[in-house]
């Protein structure tokens, strides 16, 4: 059962960089936080005293404490102004080469270019939606304030409002919706873009076959910028599956699954 929901917002700095994993030296940034980013985030002030321990992440502490308390948790750029980007880098590479290749004789030949994928924004404005099984209102809430970055540690944010709002299930013909919603949950993709992004992280550093697990997302978005609100229909709605949630004393609705996360965690 939704008791309430939490909506913390924010302005993204210069925009954000969250690389998808297994990519090369450069690679593709997701074009929104994912769900496993910000959870990682929101772990921050519960991770106050370390880091890492015993080359574990801390935020698979915090989940393992306290995801049974979340029901769901989604993203949404306020106005359709993010846009995805390739910067072009020189990076050193002699560390990748093979030591008869290191000679000073082949110093020209020590770097190279990638592109890293960014996504831009500055000041654009976005919103989390958190909504908890548990009032445990007062605990996320200051999680929500204690965000910093949304990403690598250089995208930074500032949180500008964190709001506990009650939520309830919505039978309206007509809705708008900023956040990306799970693709079955949608019928008409139209305005929206499908990005496998990851949900569960298995957060240990060491190197391991299995990266956690994924599923598919739509994203608003009217190539070639994200974000925004996109109108949605009740018959467009696959409600064997989803429902929409409001969340009252806003103008914002969620389209979740009905078992929530709780289909991953």
Not at 2 to 31: C, E, L, M, Q
Not at 67 to 79: K, N, P, Q, V
Not at 192 to 221: A, C, D, H, Q, W
């Amino acid at each position: 059962m939704i008791n309430k929901g939490i909506v913390i917002s924010g302005i993204h700095h210069w925009g954000f960089s969250i690389r998808v994993p297994r990519t090369s030296a450069g690679g593709d940034s997701y074009i929104v936080p994912p769900i496993t980013t910000i959870l990682g985030a929101l772990s921050r002030g519960y991770c106050s005293d370390y880091a890492v321990r015993s080359n574990v992440s801390c935020t698979k502490e915090f989940i393992d404490k306290f995801s049974s308390e979340l029901f769901w948790i989604t993203y949404g750029a306020e106005d359709r102004t993010l846009i995805p980007y390739s910067d072009l880098l020189r990076e050193e590479r002699v560390p990748y080469r093979q030591s008869k290749n290191r000679d000073i004789k082949e110093m020209a030949n020590w770097f190279g270019v990638s592109a890293f994928g960014k996504v831009y924004g500055a000041s654009a404005s976005f919103s989390i939606a958190v909504l908890l099984n548990k009032e445990n209102v007062e605990f996320w809430s200051k999680l929500g304030w204690q965000i910093v970055s949304l990403g690598t540690k250089e995208s930074l944010v500032t949180v500008t409002d964190v709001r506990v709002v009650d939520v309830v299930e919505s039978n309206e013909e007509e809705f708008y919706t900023i956040y990306y919603t799970p693709e079955e949950c949608l019928k008409n993709k139209e305005e929206f873009e499908t990005v496998n992004m990851p949900v569960k992280n298995v957060y240990e550093l060491s190197n391991r076959p299995n990266i956690g697990v994924f599923s598919n997302f739509l994203v608003p978005r009217k190539t070639p910028f994200i974000g925004g609100r996109v109108k949605v229909n009740r018959r467009n709605v696959n409600e064997e599956k989803c429902k929409v949630l409001k969340l009252l004393g806003s103008d914002k609705y969620v389209i979740t699954l009905k078992e929530g996360l709780r289909k991953w965690y």
